[in-house]
């Protein structure tokens, strides 16, 4: 591949040093261009980025916001590339393709330190070679920056909270070209707003060091239910699981239709799970059609989880070349907190089965997450978040009006408070819906690091 200077239309700008730098440049034009550009979700392959930037180092990232600095131009980083409104793909935008900073270290102390282009397959691998764990997603090449910076829910939140609760401490360029290091006693409140205020508003993050716990045996579990249960399910499950102890993290699945298919799977951290799923079986008072538990090894539940075994028995987390067993996404997606009690769980299941072509998913917080750290996270009370996806089977139009009638309405059960690692471009009063009472501070931290805006974007906290 050829390497391009990247700053060859503002030399005459920029100090002489700038001329001896260079950084993997994928334009318009180039052969790997088709390719190199597209993100995650199959609907944004139109989309048209001045050029991708494939950094190695903290100095190509450097370099690329310089660019943009100078040029007023658009920059976004893209790490697994799955921005649901396709923000990290974005037409006339420098993407930064962090997914050469992709060292992974693990530490005697139990620290890792993690590239900010690291996959979480690879991660989760790395973490069970080295006989240790920690919580994060179940989306094989989701990257760890996006789900980091924005929180992180995993199947293992009640017991160790979030992905950005376990932050030590990043290493971040903000919009003047600094690499910093922040943590507690480091710039504490850029700190603070990393984790849990949003991807893409600050600068690009290049590491983070986490705290991860010893690996330990997880039993994984899915129920399934009849469908006529589903109304009994949705009124049992928030009290139930809400008073489980912080080993069990459980979701809530629901498809579409008269007769949709309803399950509870998850995770609890040891052995033990037969009685509590005993117990929510006597609550929702009907048997499961299919019942399954399994003990496993941190690595192989989140292979379990991920979906995403290769015909050698590997877990390759690869949608974009490289020989990996994900497909892409073709799906449009929305969310809202579930704050309370289902207190008309028959409107909520019509919700879900009226909504057509959608899988919808309550995923379970509380616990660790309900007691975690001062963070920008603005969702610490909330019983779980829901999120609907929709497949485009009908159009992406179509399958956005859907998924906007089912967000409005929950919206009226639940009030207007939205994960922002689950971003809807049509999302009303977003700001407030997304980062909720730490808004305000968000954006004193955004306009103290960011003052140009430099890294400003349609739903970010400095728009």
């Not at 409104?85 to 420098?94: E, F, K, R």
């Not at 009226?354 to 996270?377: C, E, H, K, Q, W």
């Not at 929950?410 to 009030?415: E, I, P, S, T, V």
Request: proline share 6%; aromatic share 8%; glycine share 12%.
């Amino acid at each position: 591949m050829v390497r391009r200077r990247v700053f060859l239309q503002s030399l005459a700008l920029g100090p002489a040093w700038l001329s001896t730098m260079d950084v993997q440049l994928i334009k318009p034009g180039d052969a790997a261009y088709r390719d190199a550009k597209l993100g995650y979700f199959t609907h944004y392959d139109g989309q048209r980025p001045s050029a991708i930037a494939k950094v190695v180092s903290p100095a190509d990232v450097q370099r690329c916001i310089e660019i943009a600095r100078r040029d007023k131009s658009k920059i976004t980083a893209r790490c697994g590339g799955h921005s649901y409104p396709g923000y990290s793909t974005a037409d006339g935008a420098l993407v930064v393709d962090v997914r050469g900073l992709n060292r992974i270290d693990v530490r005697a102390d139990g620290t890792v330190e993690v590239g900010a282009g690291v996959l979480l397959m690879d991660l989760y691998v790395a973490l069970a070679n080295a006989g240790r764990m920690m919580p994060a997603g179940t989306c094989a090449t989701v990257g760890i920056s996006g789900l980091t910076l924005g929180g992180g829910i995993g199947v293992t939140a009640r017991q160790f909270g979030l992905t950005c609760d376990r932050l030590v401490s990043a290493k971040i360029v903000t919009p003047d070209g600094v690499h910093r290091t922040v943590s507690a006693t480091e710039h504490s409140d850029l700190f603070w707003a990393l984790r849990g205020g949003g991807g893409g508003n600050y600068g690009i993050v290049t590491s983070f060091v986490f705290r991860t716990e010893p690996a330990r045996t997880l039993t994984t579990f899915t129920l399934t239910f009849p469908s006529a249960a589903l109304p009994s399910l949705l009124s049992v499950w928030p009290d139930w699981q809400g008073k489980a102890p912080d080993a069990m993290t459980s979701t809530v699945g629901v498809g579409n239709g008269p007769n949709p298919y309803v399950e509870v799977s998850g995770c609890f951290v040891g052995t033990g799970a037969k009685p509590l799923l005993d117990d929510l079986v006597r609550r929702v008072g009907s048997q499961p059609t299919g019942r399954r538990e399994q003990e496993q090894t941190f690595l192989t539940a989140m292979e379990r989880f991920a979906w995403c075994k290769n015909s050698d028995g590997s877990c390759k987390p690869s949608w974009n070349g490289g020989g990996g067993s994900q497909g892409r996404g073709s799906y449009v997606a929305t969310s809202r907190m579930l704050t309370g009690p289902v207190t008309d769980p028959q409107k909520l299941a019509e919700i879900f089965k009226s909504t057509p072509n959608s899988y919808n998913m309550i995923d379970a917080l509380g616990g660790a997450v309900a007691r975690g750290p001062a963070s920008a996270f603005p969702h610490r009370s909330a019983l779980a978040s829901i999120q609907v996806e929709v497949t485009l089977a009908a159009g992406e139009a179509n399958a956005r009006k859907a998924m906007g009638v089912a967000r409005d309405e929950l919206g009226k059960m639940f009030g207007a408070s939205s994960y922002v690692n689950y971003l809807d471009p049509q999302m009303p009063d977003w700001a407030r819906t997304y980062y909720g009472a730490s808004l305000t501070r968000l954006r004193e931290v955004a306009r103290k690091y960011d003052p140009d805006r430099v890294f400003a974007f349609p739903q970010g906290v400095n728009p």
